[in-house]
């Protein structure tokens, strides 16, 4: 009860001194606006003065005493006496707009945390009335929450000389440290000439047809990146176990075959090697989550606690959930899926991996390899991602002929940074591996 009796959050002194500096300095406003909406005001009749500033701003009038007072007595919210009055007790509050963004500052945290109470009031009725599944109500508590922190961020222009002088400080990193890539390697040397590493807030999609082998590659690349960068590496597996993906990279790790390790018929030279390569994977910061279903709200929600976050991959992207209740559009429930996973990418500033399904549309074909358009269930797939990747295996149609070796086609068919062509993987399907094999670029247009 006695939280209940507390008194919201608020600055009244602070949202006075704001109004007042404007009334002081109008040119301050603009940069106000970026900060500032008039619901952010605790004091309905200040929401009411920024209100009046914001559209003599808008119109490109003066804002001053006189065009105050008349537009809010002309919108009925105060008489003209009531306005003088008042007006000219906010006008003496401060000696000088100097510190207005200060107190901008203040009047918008004060409004947050009012903001986070009232979603608080809101999820706290949700759970007590328990209408609809728990896990709709924990989505909808995820995004009311979220909603208030996208609320906070405010990014402005960047002057293009600012954004030269980083280009500048990258490229000469890059003339320093030749082994720095302007990207996060993805421990194949050939691909990594290609697409020059992924980039920070890449969305990479793997795709390819069912036995090609994309959630292991995935997993290959997890691995090395978390060898490579010894930062987390965050993966969210929808169709398999953790202890199924677990035992998938001990094997490529250790070079055991993943029948023996799922029947347990096992050499001790094999026990020897699982358990070094047990050792050494266990030293990465490979992080699980199996949960089925998963929405990007929840995934969101759950990336935001890890600390030294570098990549996240996903397995894989149909067997996703849209947010809040399905609906019989799945191509527009995909699109948005897969809309949100880019801009969780550009959020959080790390490479996002993703899985995705094809349609049978390469089995009708003479030749097999995958194109853009047999992404499954979305055109919005091949707009969001940064970097399309197809798995193509010619052994999974046809039988190798003597003494040839497996080879794995990485196609790069998209590359919103650089050149396009086909990576030539070596596949070792008993050990759920890709290696480097060589490199064939066809320079086409990004």
């Known amino acids: ?14 949202e006075q001194s704001v109004l007042g500096s404007i009334l002081i300095d109008p040119n301050c406003f603009a940069d106000l606006t970026e900060i500032l909406r008039a619901e952010d005001f605790y004091l309905e009749e200040h929401g009411e003065i920024f209100y009046a500033m914001y ?68 999820i706290r009725e949700m759970a007590f009335s328990a209408q609809g599944e728990v896990k709709d109500i924990i989505d909808s508590a995820e995004q009311k929450v979220f909603a208030i922190a996208q609320g906070s961020e405010n990014k402005g222009f960047v002057h293009i000389r600012e954004a030269i002088s980083r280009t500048y400080a990258r490229l000469d990193l890059l003339a320093r440290d030749k082994a720095a890539a302007s990207g996060t390697p993805t421990g194949f040397s050939a691909l990594d000439r290609t697409l020059v590493g992924l980039g920070e807030g ?31 590496v965050c993966v969210f597996s929808l169709e398999m176990s953790a202890e199924q993906l677990a035992s998938r990279m001990l094997s490529s790790e250790a070079l055991v075959d993943s029948y023996a390790i799922r029947s ?69 429930e995909v699109g948005d899926i897969s809309r949100g996973l880019k801009i969780l990418a550009k959020e959080l500033k790390i490479p996002v991996i993703c899985c995705a399904q094809l349609s049978r549309g390469p089995e009708s074909r003479t030749d097999k390899r995958p194109m853009l358009s047999d992404l499954r269930d979305s055109g919005a797939i091949e707009q969001d991602a940064d970097i399309i990747l197809f798995l193509y295996r010619d052994e999974y149609y046809k039988e190798p002929g003597p003494g040839e070796q497996s080879v794995a086609e990485c196609i790069v068919s998209k590359n919103r940074h650089g050149s396009t062509g086909t990576v030539k993987l070596s596949w070792i399907g008993q050990f759920t591996k890709f290696l480097t094999q060589e490199v064939t670029r066809e320079d086409e247009a990004p």
């Open 55 to 122: 559209d003599l701003f808008s119109k490109s009038r003066e804002i001053d005493l006189v065009t105050l007072i008349d537009t809010l007595v002309s919108r009925g919210v105060y008489n003209e006496e009531e306005s003088k009055k008042y007006i000219k007790i906010i006008a003496e509050t401060v000696p000088s707009a100097a510190n207005v963004l200060d107190y901008a500052q203040i009047v918008k945290e004060k409004s947050l945390l009012r903001s986070l109470i009232g979603a608080s009031d809101e």
């Open 1 to 14: 009860m006695a939280d209940m009796q507390r008194n919201l959050p608020c600055a009244l002194e602070a």
């Open 264 to 332: 347990g018929e096992l050499t001790s030279e094999q026990y020897k090697q699982l358990a070094d390569a047990a050792a050494e994977l266990s030293e990465s910061n490979i992080l699980i989550d199996d949960t089925t279903g998963i929405t990007v709200t929840r995934m969101k929600a759950k990336l935001r606690r890890v600390k030294n976050l570098g990549l996240v991959v996903v397995d894989y992207l149909q067997l996703m959930q849209g947010e809040g209740r399905r609906t019989d559009n799945r191509v527009l």
């Open 202 to 232: 890449d969305l990479v999609i793997v795709g390819a047809r069912p036995g090609m082998g994309k959630t292991s590659f995935c997993m290959n690349l997890a691995t090395n990146i978390a060898k490579s960068t010894k930062k987390n």
